[in-house]
């Protein structure tokens, strides 16, 4: 979000003078401040982006310079050096926190958003959205990688949900062998043999360790599975951005 800076400085003859001069400095410091623009000649950065997505406008794409004037603090005269010709421009930013790169390409009044980060995408199509007032849009995008990853986090938690369900079966099992322990040994102590008192006990401990282990493991996939399933939500989230209603 953006960020609004203000400072204000005190200015006297002495820290103990009565009447100070204030000095106010506001500045407006843009949501993607972090990102600065990447010149053609930088070859380390030229690598095609395959991965983003892309939709259509009914304005001007001259806006949309506006738009990444104010977004992305960078001076109007500089990205006018990125038009490629007429309504056509191709501009990329490297991010300082990330070193990644993304790229905005206007064409044909249309805009394509290219990154490897889905929640960047996702984030810049909707203040897009929100900028142009657009109520409705239809978004093609493309990210192979997360669609895998997705695939294999779905299967993975297939299985940690049945290793979990296991692991409670069997804690159920061992609890039931431990209370069935717990009589005999009473039996035994009222009936004062010591030895198979003693015998049951040493029972007792056993299954008790392994109901811990048991637990252990349960509680070990439980917390894998619930990382899964916030990965999972967290693309969903993206997805739902990328593709939907912008509400206002």
Known sequence: MTIHLQ?????????FAKDFQVFEYNKI?????????????VSQYKMKMTQGASFKVKDRLDRLIIWLEEQFNIPKQELALFKQGEGVYNIRFVSLRTNKILQILMQNMTI????????????????????????????????????????????????????????????????????????RAEDNRLLDNIKNFKEYFMKINFRNMELLDEFEKRSKTY???????????????????LKGIYKF
């Open 7 to 15: 400072i204000k400085v005190l200015v006297g003859v002495s820290f």
């Open 112 to 183: 394509n958003i290219m990154s490897d980060e889905i929640e960047l995408c996702a984030n810049v199509l909707q203040d897009l959205c929100k900028y142009f007032q657009i109520m409705e849009y239809d978004t093609v995008f493309n990210f192979p990688n997360i669609v895998d990853e997705l695939t294999v986090l779905i299967k993975r938690i297939e299985k940690l949900d049945n290793l979990r369900n296991q692991y409670s079966i069997n804690m159920s099992e061992i609890i039931t062998y431990i209370k069935e322990f717990f009589v």
């Open 29 to 41: 410091i843009p949501k993607y401040c972090f990102y600065i623009l990447v010149r053609d000649d």
């Open 223 to 241: 917390v894998e599975l619930i990382n899964d399933l916030k990965k999972i939500n967290y693309y969903i989230q993206n997805f739902s951005n």
